[in-house]
DNA sequence: ATCATTGCAAACTGTTTGCATCAAG
DNA sequence: CTTGATGCAAACAGTTTGCAATGAT
């Protein structure tokens, strides 16, 4: 990973400056961390985050160049089932796969028939017929192999 | 409607009182407005319309039951795309339709081989298959029958 | 030199809590 | 009369904004 960070840090200055930004350290860093780690941060995740990897940011500058990146199309803005803001540098849509115990939410695509899917009416009076469909969004919700082994531990060795 | 208010009183009023909560004026008026539109208020709109009904609640209070009648079962909190909390009667599983210009969000079931989708990864090394799969959640976006008028009065004219 | 960016502090929104008052069983 | 509910005001969390200082072109 650290071998084509240089030619990652040029990749990702041009992709900012194509946006009209300047590619600052802050835009960079931000970037960085998302690309690497795929992870859906909070912004309190992601000041965090950026600490351990280094001279922390502003809470204000992290803000601010959230909106930046996000209006500018770089990264996706996006509310979590748990209420609170994430961002994902994956801009394409895409699907989640998300762990019911400990909240860790994957990008996924979507095999099977999907097109065939139609939504039902669950009240009398409810025209459905009428509406224009469009995309469908997926949440797959099940547990990450990680929490299935600590369930495990947590049940063989009293066994 | 108004002709089974009075039955529907007493039917709330039981359901509140299973759950060993005080069947207080607030809460059948809260209750009463979510059953009657099937919508999916956030405490703010839930404010207003609850003003326009009559007496207005006060915002502690209105939160106070929200968070009770929320966690006692009698009805379901979620925070919808655009990031406000809203309330649902509906607390049994179910999907949404969501009209992608005003916003309206529709409960709804679905039909068709819900069971044959699955997630398929995006980012290689990801290892889907050792997840524990459990429900999806469908999100519908569309566009609504008043939204279409809408769109159509704005063209026809015009032309 | 100019204009975008930074970062502090203050403002703001949505939500929760402490507490005195009130009302239902 | 005891316990739960109400509602004001204060506290709080997350986010945005005004503005002066800084940095990049």
Redesign the interface.
């Known amino acids: 990973m650290g071998v084509f960070m240089a030619c990652e840090r040029e990749h990702l200055t041009k992709r900012i400056e194509e946006r009209g930004l300047r590619a600052t350290e802050a835009r960079c860093r931000i970037l960085e961390l998302l690309h690497e780690t795929?992870q859906h941060y909070t912004p309190e995740e992601m000041l965090e985050a950026l600490r351990e990897r280094g001279r922390p940011l502003s809470i204000a500058t992290l803000y601010q160049n959230l909106q930046k990146l996000s209006e500018t199309g770089l990264i996706a803005r996006?509310?979590?089932?748990?209420?609170h803001?994430r961002y994902d540098v994956?801009t394409q849509p895409?699907?989640h796969?998300i762990?019911?115990i400990c909240g860790r939410m994957?990008?996924?695509?979507?095999?099977?028939?999907?097109g065939?899917?139609?939504?039902?009416?669950?009240?009398e009076g409810?025209?459905?017929d009428?509406?224009?469909?469009?995309?469908?969004?997926?949440?797959?919700?099940?547990?990450?192999?990680e929490c299935?082994a600590r369930q495990a531990d947590r049940e063989k060795p009293t066994a």
């Open positions: 795929h996006f509310v979590g089932p748990d209420g803001t994956n895409h699907h796969l762990c019911k994957v990008d996924v695509g979507v095999t099977g028939p999907l065939s899917l139609r939504p039902r009416a669950l009240f409810e025209d459905l009428s509406w224009r469909l469009g995309e469908i969004h997926l949440e797959f919700h099940g547990v990450c192999p299935q």
